[in-house]
């Protein structure tokens, strides 16, 4: 095996070379070596010393290998001829996308256009892409990091001061207590398993917060099964207690925190009563949870959508940084606050500012001095200033005309986006819709142009797992048809809509060092180092820099390097059940299949496995309406209804039921309201009604 | 002689070993994971047994107890009579979907052949599985909360830790 992770062998026959490559699927950032032989995958195997999974791989990536090579996958630009599509060549898809999006910018301005990035695509395309929406003149530029961690971005960035994991997912192993909330990892993202099992065979105790019975409950000692949308009544409730017994980290607070007092202040005048009545969880459990978590040398909080995605996601993010800051759990081996991020490349999609209100690395776009900086390394006098719409705002802005034309790169919110019938009318009003992707989507099946680009194995670049650990995944075979890799598309596209020098691509490896100049925590992070196995963890501010794995350490990256203790209250979710819908939905991923399944559901191996939709509905539930294991429903809410199976179980509890989203249907139901800071949708609670289809 | 070990405290029900079984022979998987109750899932597939009811039913010499522990059929000398499925009390052995040949478990003999180990073993997330001689994995599960049992016929074959909770009377 060489430096950057090739060799040849025959270990299957024939001459195969394999490659070092970083699966396409969640933002664990496994590795695998992938055979290649005359131009085709044709095998997968294990990569024993990759340092975030050591060979393993959950069943997602041993399935990675089936969606390269399938007939469904878009081999010709096409445009929309009535009902259907016309293929096209290259030069009349671009030149006619670009003449369009002059025009909308000519007759209605900039911000009459948005551009949804993809954390699906490399680092280096995310800054082509958000470059391009910025010099284009508008901040509408955002992905589905809006969708899943925008909670944490906005409120780690306020605490901490930066919207990170703050240590390796292998960390976990060295901790003593592991407090779970709203993350169902064993699903989500299965390597975790990994370092939580090391750990509890060590000893270590395992408290989780969860509305459901999901894996991570079965090896837990402490299970909380809280009300979907209670967790700041919960997350008070377990403060109230450490400060009452004592258990704060007073040196800690003192040296490293600012707030403490009004914190103090606000939780005295919590209820445990009352927060037992909010969360449904016995005072006793909040009192041994609050305990282990505080008294553990170590303890670590590892969170996911459940505490995201609702319209207090960013006040559960803080709450859980004041819990951590109040027991002084941050910044050692074995403690810190652990988001595990969704996506490949979600992290790093992030970082290169693919955000309506932040540029590339985290500079806010109504920061005057900072954003000049980068508009002089763009080569413009001048960028957009005004913070963009968000992913759900644009669908919104999208029904109601003031954006009139979308630009999507490898992203499917027909089934991803909250409330998917509006989402439909949003897309369908717009003058034009453009949508990139390896497959006929459901959302490109509405657009007006559909570009075909290339996945993972078919194109070089960087990604950046939720550890911050930044891999380069080369090129292993060319792309099918004329299908291109999304930053070629992109280069082309700036180069049309007036912007020929800043957009003259070759490759991918100048953009890496165009990001090193313009990014600080990007700095050291250089082709050759993302190429060593394990890649290169950011902050890595000059070459040379070992990389930083574990954050604050000694200080918080905020501007006066504490950490910010900051009061919230307790707010009920937007909708609440009620006699006409009198059940809570909430959703989320199964272990079978990611994101929109437009993957996954190409998947024998996968989709033989986990067929269709289904509702996870509680035995009392389904006894008061006859509903049978098995048997089809129709789910209905305020927006919509969906039909699937009923799994009657009781891993929901009574008057909570479960949908994954990964087919349609699930997003016709659930509410687009929005946290008012973050602009996440809250997918986690949704009043709905269950009734029997007849058989 | 080396054994398997399944440490089933820490299974969290990915079926990636059944995913990658399938993958490493040929579309079908010789490993089924199950849950035993809501909170317990288990592979079931071959335990290897050091006593093997399913070799002494084979009329045919198609099963053979190979010298490194693994029990394995050779599908060309298998004339599908069946009486293996019917011998084997874990339920490890199925005819294909042809209802021709005998399949299981053959603890992954191409790819040990060229010095790789099982791919269930190397897949898996949550590291359940190990392989190696038996005194070495009797010494690791030693170290492991829960309960450490044999779990085939005779004195050696698959070690299994199950956690307390899932054994009955503990």
């Known amino acids: ?695 | 002689m080396n054994v398997l070990y399944l440490n089933l405290t820490r299974c969290i029900y990915c079926r990636a070993c059944e995913v990658a079984c399938e993958r490493e022979h040929d579309g079908i998987s010789r490993v089924a994971v199950t849950l035993v109750d809501p909170r317990q899932p288990v592979p079931v597939s071959c335990r290897h047994c050091e006593k093997h009811p399913c070799l002494e039913a084979c009329p045919e010499t198609a099963i053979e107890a190979a010298p490194g522990g693994a029990i394995i059929i050779h599908t060309r000398k298998c004339i599908s009579c069946g009486l293996c499925v019917i011998a084997c009390p874990f339920g490890a052995i199925e005819l294909d979907a042809g209802g021709k040949i005998a399949e299981k478990c053959d603890l992954c003999e191409h790819r040990q052949r060229d010095g790789r180990l099982p791919a269930c073993l190397l897949t898996c997330p949550a590291r359940c599985i190990e392989y190696g001689p038996l005194d070495d994995i009797l010494a690791v599960a030693r170290t492991k909360p829960g309960a450490t049992f044999v779990a085939a016929m005779g004195e050696t074959g698959t070690v299994v830790t199950l956690p307390d909770r899932s054994v009955p009377g503990v």
């Open chain 1, 1 to 695: 095996m060489t430096a950057s992770g090739r060799s040849t062998a025959s270990m299957s026959g024939p001459m195969i070379e394999w490659v070092r490559s970083i699966c396409p699927f969640c933002g664990v950032g496994c590795g695998f070596l992938a055979g290649v032989e005359r131009n085709r995958l044709v095998g997968l195997e294990y990569l024993t010393d990759h340092p975030v999974c050591e060979g393993a791989l959950c069943p997602k990536g041993n399935a990675a290998l089936e969606t390269v090579h399938h007939a469904d996958r878009l081999l010709h630009p096409l445009v929309r001829k009535g009902d259907g599509f016309e293929r096209i060549s290259w030069d009349e898809a671009l030149e006619g996308i670009a003449a369009r999006l002059l025009d909308i910018q000519r007759d209605h301005g900039a911000d009459a256009v948005g551009f949804l990035a993809s954390a699906k695509c490399t680092n280096e395309e995310n800054y082509l892409l958000q470059k391009w929406a910025r010099l284009f003149g508008t901040n509408n530029i955002d992905h589905c990091a809006r969708l899943c961690h925008a909670s944490t971005v906005a409120g780690l960035a306020r605490t901490l001061g930066a919207g990170a994991m703050t240590n390796p997912m292998s960390d976990v192993a060295h901790s003593d207590c592991i407090f779970v909330i709203g993350s169902n990892f064993t699903e989500c993202h299965p390597l975790a398993s990994r370092w939580v099992g090391d750990a509890l065979e060590r000893g270590a105790f395992l408290v989780v917060a969860d509305p459901r019975v999901t894996p991570v409950v079965w090896q837990a000692d402490l299970h909380l099964r809280h009300r979907p949308g209670s967790d700041v009544a919960l997350l008070n409730g377990m403060m109230k207690v450490i400060l009452q017994e004592g258990l704060h980290n007073e040196g800690f607070i003192a040296a490293r925190t600012s707030g403490f007092d009004v914190l103090r202040q606000s939780l005295a005048a919590v209820d445990l009563a009352a927060v037992e009545e909010i969360t449904g969880v016995p005072v006793a459990a909040i009192q041994e949870a609050a305990r282990r978590y505080a008294r553990a040398k170590a303890s670590v909080i590892m969170w996911s959508m459940g505490i995201t995605q609702h319209t207090t996601g960013v006040d559960n993010v803080i709450s859980l940084a004041n819990l951590a800051l109040l027991a002084g759990h941050v910044g050692r081996p074995g403690a810190g606050l652990m988001p595990l991020r969704g996506q490949s490349n979600v992290q790093g999609a992030c970082d290169m500012g693919a955000l309506s209100n932040f540029l590339t690395g985290y500079v806010p776009v109504t920061d005057a001095e900072r954003r000049a900086r980068i508009a002089a390394q763009w080569g413009t006098p001048e960028l957009p200033a005004a913070v963009g719409l968000t992913v759900v705002e644009m669908m919104h802005a999208a029904g109601t005309g003031a954006l009139r034309a979308l630009y999507v790169m490898g992203e499917n919110p027909m089934i991803t986006d909250p409330n998917v019938d509006h989402v439909r009318e949003g897309l369908r009003n717009l003058d034009l819709l453009v949508v990139q992707d390896i497959f006929l989507t459901e959302t490109a099946e509405l657009a007006d142009y559909v570009l075909p680009a290339a996945l993972w194995a078919e194109k070089a670049g960087s990604y950046t797992n939720t550890e911050r650990r930044v891999q380069w995944q080369p090129r292993l075979i060319p792309p099918p048809g004329e299908a291109l890799p999304d930053w070629q598309i992109i280069a082309s596209m700036g180069r049309l809509t007036g912007w020929a020098d800043q957009f003259d691509v070759p490759s991918p490896e100048p953009v890496l060092a165009e990001i090193n100049a313009v990014s600080p925590a990007y700095r050291g992070v250089t082709q050759e180092r993302t190429q060593a196995l394990g890649g290169v963890t950011w902050p890595c501010p000059e070459e040379g820099h070992p990389g930083t794995p574990i954050l604050h350490e000694t200080r918080f990256a905020t501007a006066d390097g504490l950490g910010h203790l900051e009061p919230i209250a307790y707010r009920p979710p937007a909708e609440q059940p009620d006699d006409r819908y009198p059940l809570v939905l909430t959703t989320g991923r199964t272990v079978l299949h990611y994101n929109s399944g437009s993957m996954t559901r190409r998947s024998k191996a996968l989709l033989t496995r986990e067929r269709s939709l289904f509702v996870e509905i509680s035995p009392a539930d389904a006894a008061q309406r006859g509903l049978e294991d098995g048997q089809q429903v129709r789910v209905s809410t305020r927006r919509g209804d969906a039909d699937c199976l009923a799994r009657v179980t009781s891993a929901t509890a009574a008057g909570v039921v479960f949908m994954p989203f990964h087919f349609a249907g699930a997003n016709v139901l659930t509410n687009d309201a929005l946290d008012p800071t973050a602009k996440i949708p809250e997918y986690k609670v949704a009043a709905c009604q269950i009734e029997g289809l007849p058989r």
